[in-house]
């Protein structure tokens, strides 16, 4: 069975990162993944040091990217800021850097340009990336934030980038945001064959969903196979962690770490 | 210019039909295309009479679909249920049944076999459709429908059905539902050269959008670009009307049928 990683976006009800980390070694749990803000209210060095101290594995850093801005100065911004995040995940020994590319900058009404804004950001930070040896995991977002989230929108459309590129940039495919797309199957066979599967989120979506954003089920309680998916990742060669990752404002966020973590493990063996 | 027709689910503030009708004259809109349930409330027979006597077009009737069921029974009540769509889409003279495929059948997470559903019910009436020379326009769903309203997202997708079924079935072009599309502009050109485009429906995405179903916007509260995407859907072939669907639960359902009516030809003329 692959590695269980909880990505500390789940257990958003307060706790510290410490106290986080010792609810996942309650539960077995040695993967984690945490948002730069967990990280930055611990400080790096710390978190650094309970990481390397209980031999954490670091599935990836979140997250990097927004690129889009009306100006150069902003879209300049968003770069530097990016450097500094390929920085903290090298420190943390994460696995990849998670991209959530942005949306429209400002009243724009150009998706197509906005894109292009990513590719270029993209590549503006990919040689400091690779002299750092962090993988940079563009997460294709649900289509429902194409406007202001992720203008990147499907598995393919972040390989095209990736073909664009070169090495050192792949994708985070989280179910959530792809399960529907009619390509799905050859999408991930297509990333496989690339090699850039570099991340594998998991939760489950809800029906109905009351919050386009701060609404996802656990794993189980939605209609995502995410077995069948998984299949599909792995017969594309990717056997790594898969991460829980779940926003959940008026459920999961409510509840102590320890029991959401026991149900994500719970979980993980049953319908995963 | 192209011309300007109203769904009438635009109007969901508690006129009649006739009221709806009436509305639509005063600002020299003669084109309408309205829901079962509007025409069933004023009489089938009865609203053919207003739609002949003012002489108007009818866009489109909504809706046919959701085609997927948990049994052989369920799939067949759908089946009938769509042949009677079909019997008032030609009393009415309506230029295509608009259909909403459905979601996942039951508890169903299997998303490839609901769409195989939706393609065995598209061909369970599509003779009974030839016959009563009413054109059945795939309406391709977001995608955060998925799950519960249509598990056909792209337009590509609807094509791909189009191809496997033959003449008399094409595609309703719903700006709301796939203006994030990466491959928008290859998939409009790509019906256009089949000659499949049966209908050009127009709102706006607002950010942020606060109802995953009843949050519509007014062409030119939000973010989409709808003279871009006319202009693709013009270079394609289709020069029939542009069709405003809002649904608004809070904004635009709770004015007069009057002032909907005149905001959208005065956003038509400027936006669009």
């Not at 209980?54 to 990836?60: A, D, E, I, P, S």
């Not at 100065?73 to 530097?80: P, V």
């Not at 196979?225 to 792995?234: F, G, Y």
Request: aromatic share 6%.
């Amino acid at each position: 069975m692959s590695m269980l990683s909880m990505n500390l976006a789940t257990l958003r009800n307060g706790s510290s990162f410490g106290e986080m980390i010792d609810d996942c070694l309650r539960h077995g749990v040695t993967a984690i993944s945490p948002w730069r803000d967990q990280v930055a209210a611990v400080g790096l060095k710390e978190a650094a040091l309970i990481v390397e101290t209980n031999k954490l594995r670091v599935t990836g850093l979140c997250r990097g990217g927004m690129f889009p801005a009306p100006d150069a100065a902003g879209r300049q911004a968003a770069i530097d800021d990016n450097l500094r995040a390929i920085d903290e995940a090298a420190t943390l020994g994460a696995d990849c850097l998670v991209l959530v590319v942005g949306g429209l900058p400002g009243s724009s009404k150009d998706i197509v340009g906005a894109r292009q804004m990513v590719a270029d950001g993209i590549a503006a930070m990919l040689p400091y990336a690779r002299a750092a040896g962090v993988p940079l995991a563009i997460e294709p977002l649900h289509p429902m934030y194409a406007a202001d989230r992720a203008c990147v929108n499907t598995i393919d459309q972040a390989l095209d980038i990736c073909v664009e590129l070169g090495e050192g940039v792949g994708v985070a495919i989280d179910v959530y945001h792809v399960w529907w797309d009619p390509n799905l199957a050859s999408a991930i066979a297509r990333a496989g064959d690339m090699g850039r599967i570099f991340a594998h989120h998991i939760c489950d979506w809800l029906v109905p969903t009351n919050d386009m954003l701060l609404d996802r089920g656990m794993m189980g309680d939605g209609v995502i196979d995410l077995k069948a998916i998984r299949a599909m990742i792995e017969a594309a060669g990717y056997t790594g962690p898969q991460e829980v990752e779940i926003f959940s404002r008026d459920n999961w966020w409510k509840r102590a770490g320890d029991e959401v973590i026991k149900t994500c493990v719970e979980r993980y063996r049953a319908v995963c």
